[in-house]
């Protein structure tokens, strides 16, 4: 079975620092990978996901997330967060072939003015 | 907002009782999975339904069960109540493919609000 781990299980931000949040699975053939993101109060909602091509991946609100097949890994990463980015950010992975998904524990996020 | 709609919002059972939640889908979407939520963690997939029929389970026992329906609304039954079914449920809808293919594994899931389950 597949597993997602996210190491980062709080991280405390001051704004404008970089973000990096680490995301790794256990699965041997081809995945795609999605990070969701949940804001106070809200509904998870996608940020970005990775099926093929460009292992860079750009999402919405300035973030991005790198595939790195041979380290398992899909870390997404903002270059200067804003007191908004507090919320839940959860990886997920999926295998084409299969129709499950499977997230991680998630990482709250706090940024403080 | 998604379009995705659930209810109801909160609901208390005791243990052994039967629950049935609600899930609308977004306009447009034929494909609805259903997650389950405990406090800390992150969801758990319990399975997935396209054009009325299950595309897919996770680890979950046979008293979780689901429909769906022709408007793409979908249910999720859970039989004999236990305390660790307490949890916030999620429902997600997603775009199928037309004609007989099945669901895409790049589709976007859409999240609705969540049921938040307590079990007494």
């Known amino acids: 079975a597949q597993s997602v781990s996210q190491h980062n299980h709080h991280v405390i931000l001051s704004e404008a620092a970089s973000l990096e949040l680490g995301c790794n699975y256990s699965?041997?053939?081809?995945?795609?990978l999605f990070w969701y993101v949940q804001y106070p109060g809200q509904h998870l909602q996608l940020l970005l996901k990775?099926?093929?091509?460009?292992?860079l991946v750009k999402g919405i609100k300035g973030f991005e997330a790198e595939f790195i097949k041979s380290k398992f890994s899909f870390n997404l990463r903002k270059p200067s967060v804003q007191w908004s980015d507090t919320a839940e950010y959860f990886c997920?992975?999926?295998?084409?072939?299969?129709?499950?998904?499977?997230f991680g524990t998630g990482t709250s996020l706090t940024v403080i003015p | 907002e998604t379009g995705v709609t659930q209810s109801p919002t909160h609901l208390i059972k005791t243990r052994g009782q039967q629950v049935t939640l609600r899930c609308s889908s977004q306009?447009?979407?034929?494909?609805v999975s259903w997650y389950q939520q405990a406090l800390g963690q992150g969801p758990q997939f319990i399975f997935q339904?396209?054009?009325?029929?299950?595309?897919g389970r996770g680890n979950f026992p046979p008293r979780f069960s689901g429909l769906q329906f022709p408007n793409y609304s979908s249910e999720l039954n859970v039989n004999a109540l236990e305390l660790d079914d307490s949890a916030l449920y999620l429902c997600?809808?997603?775009?199928?493919?037309?004609?007989?293919?099945?669901?895409?594994?790049?589709?976007?899931?859409?999240f609705g609000p969540g049921t938040r389950l307590t079990v007494l």
């Open positions: 997600a809808s997603s775009g199928g493919r037309s004609g007989g293919a099945s669901w895409a594994s790049t589709d976007t899931q859409y």
């Open positions: 699965y041997g053939g081809t995945v795609n």
């Open positions: 990775y099926f093929s091509g460009d292992p």
């Open positions: 997920a992975v999926n295998a084409p072939t299969g129709n499950q998904f499977y």
């Open positions: 306009s447009g979407h034929n494909t």
């Open positions: 339904y396209y054009r009325e029929e299950e595309n």
